[in-house]
C-alpha cells in the first residue's frame, strides 16, 4: 500500500507560482497513475491533472497551459508545477494514486489518497 505526503501549498498573490509535491511510500509507486485533485470551499472535489506509469498526463481544462504534472520515480515523487494562479485556483489540493497505472480523471477510481495542502491565491 502506498502512503502519501503533500507539501508545497501556501498564500501567493495572483500570477506567481507554486509547486506541489507529493512523497510517496511503498513500493508500487512506478507502477501507480497519480493524480491531483481539488476542492474549494462549498464546492465539489475537482479533477486537476494525472500522470500515468507510462508518463501520459491529462488535465482539466480550467488549468491546461499552466499546470503540469511530472513525477520522479527514483524519488517516489509526484509534482505539480502551478503557474499564473488565478483566485479562483484557491482550494485544498489532494494527491491521489491507482494501480493499474493508466489515467483516469474520475476521484473514485483512486485508492490511495494524501491529507492535503492549502493553496490560497489573493487578488
Known amino acids: 500500500q502506498v502512503q502519501l505526503v503533500e507539501s508545497g501549498g501556501g498564500l501567493v498573490q495572483a500570477g506567481d507560482s507554486l509547486r506541489l509535491s507529493c512523497a510517496a511510500s511503498?513500493?508500487?509507486?512506478?507502477?501507480?497513475?497519480m493524480g491531483w485533485f481539488r476542492q474549494a470551499p462549498g464546492k465539489d472535489r475537482e479533477f486537476v491533472a494525472a500522470i500515468s506509469s507510462t508518463m501520459r498526463t491529462q488535465y482539466a481544462g480550467a488549468v491546461k497551459g499552466r499546470f503540469t504534472i511530472s513525477r520522479d520515480n527514483a524519488k517516489n515523487t509526484v509534482y505539480l508545477q502551478m503557474n499564473s494562479l488565478k483566485p479562483e485556483d484557491t482550494a485544498v489540493y489532494s494527491c491521489?494514486?491507482?494501480?493499474?497505472?493508466?489515467?483516469?480523471?474520475?476521484?473514485?477510481?483512486?485508492?490511495?489518497w494524501g491529507q492535503g495542502t492549502q493553496v490560497t491565491v489573493s487578488s
Open positions: 491521489a494514486g491507482r494501480i493499474p497505472g493508466d489515467i483516469v480523471s474520475v476521484s473514485w477510481l483512486y485508492t490511495m
Open positions: 511503498g513500493r508500487s509507486f512506478a507502477s501507480s497513475a
